[in-house]
């Protein structure tokens, strides 16, 4: 993937449509992925965790509990087996040319299934030019029907298939033939998400006086109705981390290549489906219900609010993207002014991969 986003003159041209008006960062946001994501690194043995957490925590949700085991049992594999055998590829394959072809000793088969269970020849829609979802879907190709020679075809696609595939694959290939909603089961993995990261804050920050609050400790009333101020809470005297936490896939459509792409016909539902807009809201009420959430927060006082977003897909690590997210809070509270004694520093976007991580 890397050689293809580095030599393929397709993916490295803007392709214009508007059909909303875009700033340029916008516009970069959109069409760069395509050239960018690839050329993300992953680190191994992170996937390798969340997979192992993930698992765990869909064994323990009763709404998917028995789908999870039967998709296991449907596909041949235990949840173990299926890291073991992946980790393995990974990490004894990986530059391997001769072992990539499959000469392995393979005493029980389970290799064998397994590169027969990551190649099918199944054909799958392109929506677009650039559509890569075959290769995702399946990234290992079988040179021949008689012989046991394989190709990996991308060793980052091998890894992906332990998480950000896999909650695509459990959903579409599993669940949507059980009639399981997909809105309840991207809430699902959302909760996971919010969860996982939550935990990481708190060993984060177990040194500090102050403690970090995140979803559910920062409810607040509205009226009679119950609601959230934020995900993540940490102040320290004026300074206050406030953020959100959002597990939003990317798509398909999302990957065309186009100045609009990401955003399709909706600019207001990307941003909201990614937190920003949540964020934006948040902020302007904080110190109308601060006090809700934290007994001594300073109302009234100068306050220094650090917004950050905490996204799920590895393509939001891009340098470029918080520089967007960030126009458009300005543009945002230009047209709403802040009140003078809320101070908001420039946005930090952080993946679940970010170093300092787990």
Known sequence: MKYIACVNEHI????????QQLTFHEELLSAGIVLNEPLITVMPF????????????????SRISQHIADYFKHIGFTPQQFL??????????????????HTRDDVDGSFTHMFEFMSKNINIRQRHELDIIPIRKYPIYKIKESDRQYIILDFV??????YEMFINDFYFDWLKAKDFMFDEYMGIVGKFFEGYCSKI??????????????????????GKNEDELCDVYY????????GEMKATGIYSSHREGFTDSMFGEDKEKFY???????????????????EQIDEDFPTGSNTVV?????????????????VALQERIIAEFEKEKLPSNIIVRPITVIHILWNGWD
């Open 235 to 242: 102040r320290e005297g004026k300074n206050i981390l406030f």
């Open 157 to 162: 696609l091998l890894l992906e298939k332990m």
């Open 12 to 19: 490295a041209v803007y392709k214009k449509r508007h059909k």
């Open 272 to 290: 909201k489906s990614i937190g920003l807009n949540q964020l934006i809201k948040n902020i302007r009420r904080l110190h109308e219900y601060g």
């Open 84 to 101: 073991h055998l992946i980790g393995t590829m990974y990490l004894e394959d990986r530059g391997n040319y001769n072992t990539n072809r």
């Open 201 to 222: 804050l708190n060993r984060m920050f177990e040194w500090s006086d102050s403690k970090i609050q995140c979803t559910s400790e920062n409810k607040i009333y509205v």
């Open 306 to 322: 650090y917004p950050i977003l905490i996204l799920n897909e590895k393509y939001y690590r891009a340098t470029y993207v918080p």
């Open 46 to 61: 992170k996937i390798f965790n969340w997979y192992m957490k993930l698992i765990e925590f869909f064994q323990s949700d």
